[in-house]
């Protein structure tokens, strides 16, 4: 590939270039949501950071296929493991069945995700789907000597495992910790060691996800589901494993036991995490009163926001931060990222308006470079949203007549951002269009705008008047200017 991109690994713990398997095809999978409430911040920055990397392996040449499971079954309460769980509390809660929980929950979460510009993935299997992979794979793990059966429910055995291999070999923690750390729960007697996790559960009479196997009628474990999942659409081997750092452990540190113990080496070749959000600097959660979710960020009715904030603002208030790093929430944070993000918008617009000169007095010659630089270290989208902000200080003085441009670099420069912002970053122009087809829709009014102009020059006032007024009433702000017009959506 043209373009070098290196990329963190949390299982090696270093930068590593990226060479996929089976170049130009590349597999990722990434853990999705589980779902039994409405997406929050928390859910935007998993699937935003992969929808870049996702976006940007596609730029550079790449045929991602890229799969991200729906959780619909087995996520229990307490670390997974034990506890009621969490869609079918919902359903007995709200006297749903379980399955009407979860496409509820679903439609809403993609209607989020298209707000927030992120692609669907090219594969999105439900575990609840994939039943059949799950027992296969712990009869393997079984058969391998690395499980047993307690009460009609299968545990893996975690000591055994970290005999003939490593258990902790992502996150880093040793079981003699683990072992010092680890509660013993309520129905944990059927294990034989307390940090073993459950890879079948037996169903109690009232837990209505239930489903026959050889050991019981009974749900996965919820670790199961992504490597079986993994396997049958990637293979036994793929490139990228992601999720949220909060992941790591129990989820994909068992997800490598389980692929060890099933085939002997793990099927992941780079793994990937994103950071956190905080609020005010504490972990969010529902238990903290500080959770607000994604809809209620949209419309601003939450007692945590002085305002409503935009699909775009949120999107661009998470690329500003490097996935490894953490992002605190607050409404000045927000409030800076609309501001950042409007004057990049409005150097775009401008930009399309810029007239060429002989010759450049601003230099745009490295932009592209740069850009790419960025985003193959690891991808750094903060260092590209300064290169851009650079360039929109460059657009600005051309603009205002205090720098000249070439036609060359106008073009260049054209490119270049709308590469940048849209294609790769994956921004839409909200201020000036809605949607997907804003450069359709904003031809569109400036096509109307310039018919305007032509009635006003004939003293044709009557169609002026009945464009101005009429684009008026659909919510444009129409600004006449010394050679021509303006416009904007008002909110
Ligand atoms: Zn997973």
Avoid at 205 to 214: A, F, G, T, V, Y
Avoid at 350 to 363: E, G, I, M, Y
Wanted: aromatic residues 10%; hydrophobic residues 35%.
């Amino acid at each position: 590939m043209e373009h070098p991109l290196s990329i963190y690994n949390t299982l090696t713990r270093k930068k590593e270039q990226f060479i996929p398997l089976h170049e130009p095809h590349v597999g990722m999978y990434v853990c999705g949501p589980t779902v039994y409430g409405d997406a929050h911040l928390g859910h935007a920055r998993p699937a935003i950071t992969f929808d870049l990397l996702f976006r940007y392996l596609t730029h550079i040449g790449y045929k991602v296929r890229y799969v991200r499971n729906i959780t619909d079954v087995g996520h229990l309460e307490h670390d997974a493991d034990e506890g009621e769980d969490k869609i079918a509390k919902k359903a007995r809660l709200e006297q749903l069945e379980p399955m009407e929980v979860v496409q509820f929950y679903l439609n809403r979460y993609h209607k989020a995700m298209d707000a927030l510009n992120v692609l669907p993935p090219s594969i999105e299997p439900h575990a609840s789907g994939h039943i059949i992979e799950q027992i296969e794979l712990v009869k393997k793990i079984l058969d391998n000597g690395y499980a047993y059966e307690s009460e009609g429910s299968v545990y893996f055995d975690v000591e055994k495992y970290n005999k003939d291999h490593n258990y902790g070999v992502l996150s880093g923690r040793n079981i003699e910790d683990m072992l010092n750390t680890t509660r013993a729960l309520d129905g944990q007697d059927e294990k034989h060691n307390p940090i073993d996790f459950a890879l079948w559960k037996c169903a109690q009479p009232e837990h209505i996800m239930r489903w026959p196997s050889p050991w019981s009628n009974g749900f996965p474990g919820w670790h199961c589901e992504c490597t079986a999942m993994g396997k049958k659409y990637l293979g036994q081997h793929f490139d990228i494993h992601g999720g949220g750092m909060d992941l790591i452990f129990p989820h994909h540190e068992c997800e490598i036991a389980q692929a060890v113990a099933s085939q002997g080496e793990d099927m992941v070749h780079y793994w990937m995490h994103n950071n956190m959000i905080t609020v005010n600097g504490q972990k969010m959660g529902k238990s903290l009163g500080n959770f607000i979710t994604l809809d209620e960020f949209f419309t601003g009715d939450h007692k945590m926001l002085s305002q409503a904030y935009s699909a775009m603002t949120i999107r661009f208030f998470i690329l500003q931060a490097h996935y490894r790093s953490t992002v605190d929430f607050s409404n000045e944070a927000l409030q800076a990222a609309e501001k950042g993000l409007s004057r990049l918008m409005d150097a775009y617009n401008h930009l399309q308006k810029l007239t060429a000169s002989d010759a450049s007095t601003v230099d745009v010659k490295d932009l592209r470079r740069k850009c790419y630089d960025a985003l193959n270290d690891d991808l750094n989208s903060p260092i590209v949203i300064s290169h851009l902000f650079d360039a929109a200080r460059a657009i600005n003085s051309v603009k205002d007549g205090n720098a000249t441009i070439s036609a060359e670099d106008l073009k260049e420069l054209q490119d270049v951002f709308h590469t940048f912002i849209f294609d790769i970053l994956g921004m839409r122009d909200e201020a000036s269009a809605g949607g997907n087809n804003y450069e359709t829709f904003g031809k569109a009014v400036d096509l109307l705008l310039t018919i305007r102009q032509q009635a006003k020059a004939n003293k044709d006032w009557a169609t002026s008047d009945k464009i101005r007024n009429e684009l008026t009433a659909m919510g444009f702000d129409i600004k006449d200017t010394k050679d021509g017009a303006e416009w904007k959506l008002s909110k």
